[in-house]
């Protein structure tokens, strides 16, 4: 038994009046463990009472709330571009999204949001986990444990389980589970208990058959759909939350598994959570096993109470559901919008709002704003809601530099799983080398030509920086949805994801680099001088890395693949074309002089051109004369020798510095959404 301290207060909606405060003790589950005790006690979270209020109402008993939504703001910035408007016509008409929507639920309570697309549910769904996307709240209140709702008390007591699942797909479901306990739980934990606890979790969502299979994903085979969306489920489990809140989460799943998912979701809700859930139609024996339904039609309740009970409400106006037909899909239909035609549109518009009438009338003057079936008697406990006073001691998480360790570890795992990606770059960075080397190794033991080997040096630092933009992009874009998601959440810092990031492809990035750079010098029969090779392999690696922490940037500050491939390729096009190769640098125009003296291409160039050249003499032949040249004069006719060496390598690294900087800012302050979450 664990004793809390709870303030039972009793109010109206538009006074406040106070009782005092009194100890209550609960008798917790003997299957709960102490590691779930110890944790509950930091949530605080036991007998939840969850109430939303929205829309005004001509009584005392409610307050309103409404949520205005920018329907023009819904739509990504970068689509409107292609709609070639002006940023001053860009702004659209705002129009009430959800409006006299009132409700309470306990903890114990499964609740769910029905209707049809476009009709609020996950506009309530913003609201309730302060996720105003596009839109704002213009009046009312949310209220957990009688506290107004913020982001801050939102992340301590609510997990938002998305409608897409967002795992890393080459660690096993334990694994997965294992990093975010390291992550979530604090730091009084033990490692038994945080062994514990992801045991316990992986047992009341019944994925012990496939705790050490990998998650997988649309491309790489794991775990099936519907144990994917329990392993989503239990990432946030994993920290006990007493609000458990799903998008859609049957969305994509067959029948069965869409039943069993919702039986596991009951199951939950009965161990003394709050379960709510948006769903379209769901099927009938999906649907007796919810405790409240909402059914929600143009941002308003047409009912709202316990499920058993909606067909009989239905019933008594008049709206009978036919035998052997789904209460859901007959009443989702009655409340539709249908759009076919302006005539049908405001007949559909006008039966909805008079429902939605008929029911504000019902539940006017109930305290929890729940339609029930008139009772003989009514208890006094029903106007009286439980307070839990959060306790001001804070459950120490792991800080910035734990934090750190346990994602570089998980990236290295997730990263070197993918053996097939990692066999894929390496053969691309392999057959560029041997295709280039071969091809000046015909030269055999004669030095090539000062016009072959300045064309050689260029290609070496272009080719493969070129194919690293677009992995580079490619991979960040699949891990965005995550990142968002986790950084939302609060699951670890920004400072600790972007130098996880960086530091945990270092080790790819040098054998990617080295099986490149290696072979091609030998073949072609560059300066065979140990420190000559040094020097300009470390070039090709600077280059290589300005070109990879490039893409870093571009991907995290541009929302979509398509927008972060092109600008990438742009900047690579720009640093390539004023590289000094292409076109001498004395020959440029001022403004593409301004961009060599940024391109990492040009003093990569010049870096190499030095090394190679410099201490070597070639013969020139002009008519029937030969003599030979010093290299550092070729060097100087490219007006490619006004720097020393070392600040080639300096400005290499400044470049570097300056994308990387960009990119933890691009982090910092741009939301990493997807694409799908625009």
């Not at 009194?22 to 779930?36: M, N, V």
């Not at 519907?226 to 049957?250: C, K, M």
């Not at 792991?398 to 770059?425: A, E, K």
Request: charged content about 20%; hydrophobic content about 40%.
């Amino acid at each position: 038994m664990t004793c809390y301290t709870l303030c039972v207060r009793t109010a109206s909606d538009t006074g406040s009046t106070h009782t005092e405060t009194e100890g209550r003790c609960f008798t917790r589950s003997d299957a709960l463990s102490e590691i779930d005790t110890s944790f509950s006690r930091m949530c605080v979270l036991v007998n939840l009472s969850f109430r939303v209020r929205l829309g005004q109402i001509n009584s005392e008993y409610f307050i309103w709330m409404g949520k205005e939504v920018d329907t023009a703001a819904q739509i990504p910035w970068y689509e409107k571009l292609s709609e070639f408007k002006m940023p001053w016509e860009m702004k659209g008409d705002k129009q009430t999204a959800i409006n006299k929507l009132n409700l309470r639920v306990c903890s114990g309570q499964m609740l769910a949001i029905i209707g049809s697309s476009g009709c609020g549910k996950t506009s309530l769904l913003d609201v309730i986990t302060c996720r105003d996307e596009g839109g704002s709240m213009t009046s009312g209140q949310v209220l957990i444990n009688g506290q107004p709702s913020n982001p801050k008390l939102v992340r301590k007591t609510i997990a938002h389980v998305r409608q897409d699942d967002r795992l890393l797909p080459h660690l096993t479901v334990r694994e997965t589970l294992a990093f975010v306990a390291k992550l979530r739980l604090p730091t009084n934990f033990s490692q038994k208990q945080r062994d514990q606890r992801v045991d316990d979790v992986i047992a009341e969502l019944r994925l012990r058959q496939c705790a050490h299979t990998r998650v997988g994903n649309d491309l790489v085979r794991g775990v099936s759909g519907g144990e994917r969306r329990r392993v989503s489920i239990a990432v946030q489990l994993l920290w006990n939350p007493g609000i458990l809140i799903l998008d859609e989460p049957t969305s994509g799943l067959d029948s069965f598994t869409a039943h069993n998912l919702v039986i596991t979701l009951s199951r939950l809700a009965r161990g003394n959570r709050l379960v709510l859930l948006s769903i379209h139609q769901p099927r009938s024996d999906i649907f007796q096993l919810f405790d409240l339904v909402v059914l929600l039609s143009s941002g308003s309740a047409v009912y709202c109470g316990p499920a058993k009970d909606m067909v009989p409400y239905f019933t008594a106006l008049g709206h009978p559901c036919p035998r052997y037909c789904n209460p859901s899909d007959f009443y989702v239909d009655l409340i539709s919008i249908d759009r076919r035609s302006p005539e049908r549109e405001a007949e559909c518009l006008e039966r909805a709002r008079v429902l939605s009438a008929q029911f504000v009338e019902k539940v006017r003057g109930t305290d929890d704003f729940m339609w029930k079936p008139e009772e003989p008697s009514t208890t006094l406990e029903a106007i009286t809601e439980e307070v839990i006073t959060i306790s001001k001691q804070k459950d120490r998480l792991p800080g910035r530099l734990h934090q750190f360790t346990i994602l570089i570890r998980r990236q290295v795992h997730n990263d070197f799983r993918d053996l097939v990606t990692l066999l894929v770059h390496g053969f691309e960075a392999l057959l560029m080398s041997l295709l280039i080397g071969f091809l000046y190794f015909g030269a055999g033991e004669e030095r090539l030509s000062i016009q072959d080997t300045v064309a050689l040096l260029y290609m070496i630092g272009a080719l493969t920086p070129f194919a690293v933009v677009l992995d580079v992009i490619a991979k960040c874009h699949t891990e965005r949805a995550m990142l968002y998601h986790e950084l939302e959440d609060g699951m670890y810092n920004v400072t600790s994801y972007f130098f996880a990031k960086v530091l945990g492809e270092l080790p790819e990035h040098c054998v990617f680099t080295l099986v490149y750079g290696l072979p091609i010098y030998w073949l072609a029969g560059l300066n065979q001088a140990p420190d000559r090779f040094l020097l300009n392999f470390l070039l090709v690696w600077l280059m290589v890395y300005c070109s990879r922490s490039m893409a870093l940037f571009v991907a995290a500050a541009l929302p979509t693949l398509q927008t972060s491939a092109f600008m990438g390729n742009s900047l690579f096009t720009v640093f390539y074309l004023t590289g000094g190769f292409v076109i001498s640098l004395e020959n440029m125009w001022l403004v593409a002089s301004w961009f060599s003296h940024a391109s990492f291409m040009r003093w990569g160039f010049e870096g190499m051109l030095q090394v190679q050249f410099r201490g070597l003499k070639y013969p020139v032949s002009i008519g029937n004369f030969t003599f030979n040249i010093d290299g550092i004069h070729v060097v100087e006719a490219m007006d490619m020798n006004q720097y020393p060496l070392y600040s080639c390598y300096l400005v290499l690294i400044a470049v570097v510095v300056g994308f990387m900087l960009l990119y933890y800012l691009s982090l910092k302050f741009i939301k990493q959404k997807s694409s799908q979450d625009w």
